[in-house]
């Protein structure tokens, strides 16, 4: 009984890191193409979506943040 409880607590900390991966590609400055196929993979491949976008996707946001923080 104990083992679905952590199995549906972890399920639910992929659905958020999901979320918030689909979020921040939203944001991106990416072309409409590549965050079309990243959303693609980051919901029907959830795990290995996931992890890809964690190693790839956020260093363009983070190259892109002093830029920002510059203009204002």
Aim: zero cysteines; a positive charge.
């Amino acid at each position: 009984m104990q083992v679905q409880y952590l199995l549906i607590v972890l399920a639910v900390i992929v659905l958020l890191a999901e979320i918030w991966a689909i979020r921040s590609l939203l944001r991106s400055g990416a072309r409409a193409e590549n965050k079309g196929l990243w959303i693609v993979v980051i919901i029907f491949v959830p795990l290995l979506g996931l992890l890809l976008w964690l190693m790839v996707g956020p260093k363009a946001l983070n190259r892109d943040a002093p830029a920002e923080r510059g203009r204002s």
